[in-house]
């Protein structure tokens, strides 16, 4: 039944599941939301989302594992390396923006799937190429599926979540997405290492592409996963279908609590019809004119002192946390194939930059008389360790990264720990290159990833504080693009310095570690204004 009140009254009408009265007074999505609970549908909602925020961690980590392997069929330099690990990254800067507006014309649901499908496609698709170029296009194309329907999965997921919840969800859920970035790790000391030749429609799949092909189970599996998730409430209710945000609203108290739907005390559904007639696109261009004004508001005073310290740091932790961790598997089979017969010097062991140059490489041997040894392509042996040791790793990465948040309760502690993961991320820079041994330079590259990830997310809780509410969805979404260009910036500058000059690549990031050192001394205070500058 519908239920017209007065216009004066601000033509609020209400929509009941059955013909008999309102019983009681009709409840708005955050009354609705709070009385279904947390239980069994949120868990199944969740392990059916799991698979879509793995697949975006996978997008982005498994080229590093493949560099050794693919570098004959690819034609991989260093450089080309760097820009290859880099590519999702600048998809994700150059459109992580526009994805905002889609969602106003269509649901994230149908957006996930469109999104998985087309993810899928490419990842399978990827395992068949031979040309360099084309490979980056397709890492293009995944860095902005990622950017969009993927990155979208935890904003889905708290609007099945009401307030009492949120904060808890967020938690354990963030924590359980980022285990993603450890399995392409597991998977390639479980496959890379290995022989493996299949013949599929005469195209020769050699491991890298079996290990690429395994990568892209997830994006399937998220597919099947993504078209049973039903629209959230928040959505249904936003376009003016209340009937179907009510009986969702009924499933979730059902599932959660065990009563039957029938009981949900909620009879009907608030809906404000002057919000209805109001265009997609009306709603596209006022909601691009709020992020705009709100963007200019982070850069200006009050606000930018503290917005430009926090979106310094996370461009400086993202840029070490994704150097290291994209670039260590491979640094480390490069040094596990070293040609310990080509060192002379009895009184010292060889630096991680002499351990690099490909003259001293063992697979180097048969073309050092070469002319053109410079364009030949090793054929890397694959040490199993050196992939083991990047599981540790990450697990070290999210383990600490994830336990730092219960520690960093006062802004005290979180100007101590971000010191602390500053100072030794710089120590380590400085000292990779003359550490004595590989598994002394492998700790302290660990050091590096474990401790700007650990730096990351404080950055993100100093935002927390320091940034009104108002303009805190605002100033995230431009950090993370901080963040990304961090990435971005930061492997390409890597990549060419290995080729060129490998002790400034190692020097040069310690330098900007102690930059950053020294602006988390000036840690600034919650900015207070009032509340008509935020209108």
Not at 70 to 78: G, I, P, R, V
Not at 184 to 209: C, E, S
Not at 496 to 502: K, N, Q, T
């Amino acid at each position: 039944m519908i239920t017209e009140l007065p216009k004066e009254e601000g033509r609020i009408s209400t929509i009941t599941g059955n013909g008999n009265s309102v019983e009681t007074p009709p409840a708005d999505y955050e009354k609705a939301i709070s009385v279904t609970g947390f239980g069994l549908f949120n868990v199944l909602l969740f392990m059916a989302a799991l698979p879509i925020g793995w697949t975006a961690a996978f997008d982005t980590t498994s080229p590093a594992f493949i560099l050794a392997s693919a570098e004959c069929d690819l034609q991989l330099t260093f450089f080309r390396k760097g820009v290859l690990v880099a590519f999702p990254y600048i998809a994700m800067v150059a459109t992580a923006s526009l994805w905002d507006y889609v969602t106003i014309y269509v649901g994230r649901r149908t957006l996930f799937v469109l999104g998985l499908l087309a993810d899928s496609i490419l990842n399978i698709l990827s395992t068949a190429v031979d040309s360099y170029h084309v490979f980056l296009l397709v890492k293009f194309i995944s860095g902005v599926i990622v950017s969009g329907p993927l990155s979208m999965v935890m904003g889905y997921l708290t609007e099945f979540h009401s307030a009492r919840y949120k904060a808890r969800f967020a938690t354990w859920s963030g924590f359980l997405f980022s285990i993603a970035t450890i399995v392409p790790a597991a998977l390639g000391f479980t496959i890379l290492p290995l022989d493996w030749h299949i013949d599929v429609f005469g195209k020769n799949y050699n491991t890298w592409r079996i290990y690429l092909l395994i990568c892209s189970i997830p994006p399937v599996l998220g597919l099947v996963t993504a078209s049973m998730l039903p629209e959230s409430p928040k959505y249904l209710m936003q376009i003016g279908r209340n009937d179907l945000a009510l009986k969702l609203f009924r499933r979730m108290y059902s599932m959660n609590t065990g009563k039957p739907a029938n009981t949900f005390p909620i009879k009907a559904l608030l809906v404000q019809k002057a919000q209805l007639p109001r265009s997609a696109l009306k709603a596209a261009l006022e909601k691009m004119r709020i992020d705009l004004y709100n963007t200019k508001l982070l850069f200006s005073a009050p606000y930018l002192p503290a917005f430009s310290f926090v979106s310094f740091l996370q461009f400086g932790s993202m840029l070490g946390f994704n150097v290291m961790r994209l670039w260590v598997p491979h640094l480390f089979i490069i040094l596990n194939n070293y040609d310990y017969e080509h060192w002379a010097p009895a009184d010292r062991a060889p630096t991680i930059c002499e351990m690099l140059d490909r003259h001293a490489a063992k697979p180097g041997r048969p073309y050092l008389n070469c002319t053109n040894f410079d364009d030949a392509c090793f054929e890397w042996k694959i040490n199993p360790s050196v992939y083991t040791n990047s599981t540790i790793i990450a697990s070290s990465a999210v383990l600490f990264g994830f336990l730092t948040g219960f520690v960093i309760t006062t802004t005290l502690r979180k100007k101590l720990v971000l010191l602390a993961a500053f100072l030794i991320s710089l120590v380590s820079s400085f000292g990779i290159n003359w550490a004595q041994a590989p598994p002394y330079m492998l700790t302290l590259a660990a050091a590096v990833i474990v401790t700007s990830r650990i730096a990351g997310n404080v950055v993100t809780a100093v935002n927390a504080d320091v940034i009104p509410i108002p303009l805190r969805a605002t100033s995230v979404t431009i950090m993370t693009t901080f963040g990304n260009l961090g990435a971005i910036i930061g492997n390409f500058i890597f990549s060419a310095l290995l080729e060129f000059e490998c002790l400034a690549s190692f020097l040069g990031m310690g330098c900007f570690f102690v930059v950053c050192f020294f602006v988390t001394l000036l840690l600034p205070k919650p900015v207070r204004t009032s509340p008509q500058s935020l209108a």
